[in-house]
């Protein structure tokens, strides 16, 4: 078995609107919402560095420079905290920054989908396999969902990676369904996938989640340009078309998923990572106490 290639680049596609969350983003990026103390879009990358990514790939849209100035001196905060003898936030708001030259941005200029929007990262990806990390999934664990899917990409001999859940059969029709075939540990071989299917039609449910491992051949079949369901250019379509060329995995990490796309899925993920925190968690109980008894 040919060794993989390694994985170095991650693809970050953060050019949605965030409709859902108006109007806390009709100003804000949706991936700016903070999680206790961190916006969305910086567990991401947390993630992706744990994993040993090198090269970040923001697809943006209008309104996004919010997130770029993000991972970015800010020469003014930190003289103020240098000056304020504030050196352990000084020294966590530093080591949170990407290395100069790793961070790169460019703009998905229309909403066409996700597979436009990973299309619209080719020429910084080049040709070799890279990273698709969704931020508003937000996965908690050690190691991080990333470096477990990369574990197994080394383990089944490269090719295609997706994370994937088990999910109720009538919530199937949310995301892409993978058609399963044999097990090797975490690891499920995929005979095919549908995008978004009826329930009924559904071939498990095994479901897609917002992490993926691809090779540059993915560009190609977007190149199409196909609409697919719901009008855009799916991802999904085009990751089927590689079955049978190479190795597909779906792999099922044990780290616990947040949505935080949804309202409900963001306030779970906040009381959840909030409860893992010790200067936080105390005091926290003791809230959820009085809302439970309804004080």
């Known amino acids: 078995m040919p060794r993989p290639q390694t994985v170095r680049k991650a693809v970050l596609p953060v050019a949605g609107m965030g409709t859902r969350f108006l109007p806390a983003t009709k100003a804000v990026p949706k991936e700016m ?10 567990y991401a990358v947390e993630e992706a560095v744990e994993a040993g990514i090198e090269q970040f790939i923001f697809v943006t849209g209008r309104g996004k420079h919010i997130i770029e100035d993000h991972f970015d001196h800010a020469y003014e905060l930190e003289a103020l905290l240098r000056e ?14 990407p290395l100069t030259g790793s961070v790169s941005f460019t703009r998905q200029q229309r909403p066409l989908g996700l597979g436009h929007a990973v299309w619209s990262a080719r020429h910084f990806v080049g040709d070799e396999p890279f990273a698709v990390i969704l931020p508003d999934d937000l996965m908690v664990g050690t190691p991080g969902a990333l470096a477990q899917m990369l574990e197994a990409y080394r383990r089944v001999g490269g090719g295609v990676i997706v994370a994937a859940e088990e999910k109720p059969l009538e919530e199937t029709k949310r995301y892409g369904v993978i058609d399963p075939g044999a097990t090797k540990g975490n690891a499920v071989e995929v005979k095919g996938v549908v995008e978004k299917p009826d329930p009924a039609k559904a071939p498990s ?43 597909f995995h779906a792999v099922k990490t044990d780290c616990a998923r947040f949505d935080c796309g949804d309202k409900v899925g963001f306030l779970h993920a906040n009381i959840a990572l909030g409860l893992m925190r010790p200067d936080i968690a105390p005091a926290l109980k003791q809230i959820l106490k009085t809302v439970d008894r309804g004080e």
Do not use: H, N
């Open 33 to 42: 919402l903070p999680v206790v103390d961190k916006p969305v879009v910086q």
């Open 84 to 97: 304020r003898g504030k050196t352990e936030t000084l020294s966590g708001l530093l080591e949170d920054l």
């Open 205 to 247: 449910r095994l479901c897609i989640i917002g992490r993926y491992i691809l090779q540059p051949e993915v560009f190609a079949e977007l190149d199409r340009q196909e609409k697919g369901a719901g009008g855009e250019i799916q991802l999904t379509d085009s990751m089927a078309r590689l079955i049978g060329r190479m190795p």
